[in-house]
Structures are given as structure tokens and as C-alpha cells.
């Protein structure tokens, strides 16, 4: 649904408050689905995916450095297009722990 209220660009793409969803609802929607591919496959490997959606939710909430006016989330450093290290490094740092050796490479 466009909204004719104001002229639409990618920070009132969203932040508008006709979405149906905020960025945080996406986030969490997309981390459960992810939890919900692995669910039926290994506890063990469910554990370690929910674990790593728990650090990302935790990540994400947290406030930005960068974006310092109004005080946004990290969040919204993603959803405009800014690269974090730290970001970076924590899925990295999951990516090469030994369980997901154990695991192999799956696809999300």
C-alpha cells in the first residue's frame, strides 16, 4: 500500500505508520521462520540457530553509534544499507564455531 501522506523515500518506506509491520516485527518474523527450518532437523542445531537469532535480536535493539539523532536502533542501520562490524563479526564468529563445522553448510 503506497502512502500519499508525504513523499514516500526509503527512511518513510520504514517508518511510516500505515506499514503492517515494523522493522523489528520483520526481524523477528524471519528469525522464527529460520528457527522453524531447523527445528525438525537436530535439537542440537536448533539450539545453536535460536541461540544465534537471540544474539542477533539482543544486537540489533541495541542503540546506535552511528545513527545518533532520535536515538534509533542498530536495526535501522541495516535497513539503510550500513554496513556494521560488529554485525559482521558476531555472525562470522557463529559461522565458524565448531558446531556448524559439525553441521556443515546448510543454507538459510
Known amino acids: 500500500m503506497r ?3 508525504v513523499a514516500e523515500d526509503w527512511e518513510h518506506i520504514w517508518s511510516c ?5 515494523s522493522e523489528y516485527e520483520i526481524l523477528i518474523d524471519t528469525l522464527v521462520a529460520t528457527e522453524e527450518k ?3 532437523l537436530d535439537e542440537e542445531r536448533h539450539k545453536i ?3 544465534l537469532a537471540k ?3 539482543d544486537f540489533m535493539i541495541t542503540p546506535s553509534n552511528i545513527l545518533i539523532i532520535g536515538s ?3 536495526i535501522r542501520e541495516l535497513t ?5 562490524n560488529e554485525l559482521y ?3 562470522i564468529k557463529n559461522q565458524n564455531d565448531k558446531c556448524w563445522k559439525k553441521f556443515g553448510k546448510v543454507a538459510i
Request: aromatic residues 8%.
Open 49 to 51: 540457530v535460536r541461540t
Open 38 to 40: 531447523f527445528k525438525d
Open 80 to 84: 539503510r544499507g550500513i554496513f556494521n
Open 89 to 91: 563479526k558476531l555472525v
Open 72 to 74: 534509533q536502533l542498530r
Open 55 to 57: 544474539e542477533i535480536v
Open 17 to 21: 505508520d500505515d506499514n503492517e509491520k
Open 3 to 5: 502512502c500519499e501522506s
